[in-house]
Every structure is written in C-alpha cells, then in structure tokens.
C-alpha cells in the first residue's frame, strides 16, 4: 500500500512540473502587451494652478507659417499644487488675426526637476468682458491634457480648464514689471497620477 502511495505521489508530482513548465511555454510565446495589460494603480488629484509666462518669442521662427499666424514661446513662473513652485515654457502657434492657437505644447517644471507636461490641441483667445476687464484685454477656458511627465509624474494623465488672462499695456498700466504683455494662468482640474512614482 507504502508503494502504491508513494507512486502516485511521484506521478502527481510529475504531472504538476509538466504543468508548471507548459505555462512558462505560455508566458514566453505571450506578446508583451498582454503581459503589460495590467492596469496600474492611479490616484486622481485636484489641479491647482496659479502663475504667469511672458513672451519670449523669437521672432525670426517661422515653424507655424507667415504673418499673421506665429511661432510663439511663452516663459514663467508660479505655484502648482503637487509640484510646488514651478517653472515653465508653453509653445504654440498663434494666428492674430483670429485669435485662434493651436498645437500648445507645456512644460511644468517643479524645484526637485520633475516634469509635467501638458498640451492644449487648440483653443481661441477672446475679448474679455468680466469684471476684470480693466485690467485683462483678452481671456481664453480652454481643455489643457496631461500627457506624462518624469519622477513623480511618470505616467500622469487627466485634464483641466486654462482659465487664463491676457494683460496688453495701456498708459493706465505701465509701471515697473508691466510694461510687456504677459498672460495670467488659474487653471483648475483632475490630475491623475501612478501610484508608486517617486
């Protein structure tokens, strides 16, 4: 009875390594998509942001097309909840004349060197008739998406609304730091990160 036991053990045995080495035969002939199709862990956030970029547009780029569509290069600085202090560049092309941008392309850069980055596929500027008008000649709401970004904000997607302000000079408002056009960003919206980023 000792042997009979002992040899269906060996069997069992047996047939669990065969089993064992055809499903490694699967994994291996597997693609990888498949083997990656898990999805990971995310977390979705508020997105904050306040802060401002100035032109810095060369003027002799003419990627975009001629006058009166433009290459145009915004740079600054400001705060964003989730990266702290933060610095950035937006580029884009800008048709003038209609007000129309499109093909934004934003670089969030927080003080440890984590990137965010964001584009806007297209969006118009307008006149602003708020309360703020005064101050602020032209507003653009349009959709801004996160498309990755490194360290913390590997991975990271979600959307927001640019919730911004153009600031054109006047002889009202010409005073030290004002004196070129800027335009003011409070953007709000969901930012959804990969859990387990640095």
């Known amino acids: 009875m000792k042997t009979l036991a002992k040899l269906l053990f060996i069997v069992a045995c047996l047939g669990l390594v065969h089993a064992c080495s055809k499903f490694d035969e699967l994994v291996e002939e597997m693609p990888d998509a498949e083997l990656q ?28 097309g001629d006058h ?8 600054g600085e400001g705060i964003i ?5 933060i610095t950035t560049t937006m580029t884009f092309c800008n048709n003038v004349g209609t007000g129309e941008y499109w093909d934004t392309d934003c670089i969030f ?10 584009s806007i596929p297209m969006g118009t500027v307008i006149p602003n008739e ?14 801004m998406f996160f498309v990755g970004g490194t360290g913390h904000f590997e ?8 919730h911004a302000y ?10 030290e730091g004002d004196e070129v ?16 980023k640095r």
């Open 109 to 118: 850069i927080a003080a440890n060197g984590d990137e965010l980055y964001a």
């Open 68 to 75: 009166p569509i433009y290459k145009i290069t915004m740079k």
């Open 81 to 85: 909840n989730h990266l702290g202090l």
């Open 37 to 64: 199709s898990a999805q990971p862990i995310t977390v979705t956030v508020p997105f904050k942001a306040d802060f401002t970029v100035w032109n810095h547009t060369d003027p002799t780029d003419r990627s975009c």
């Open 181 to 196: 056009w800027h335009t003011d960003f409070f953007s709000t919206g969901e930012l959804i990160l990969v859990a387990g």
């Open 166 to 175: 153009v600031h054109l000079p006047t002889d009202d408002y010409i005073h």
């Open 155 to 162: 991975g990271a997607s979600g959307e927001a609304k640019t």
């Open 130 to 143: 708020e309360e703020n008008s005064n101050y602020y000649s032209n507003r653009f709401n349009d959709d």
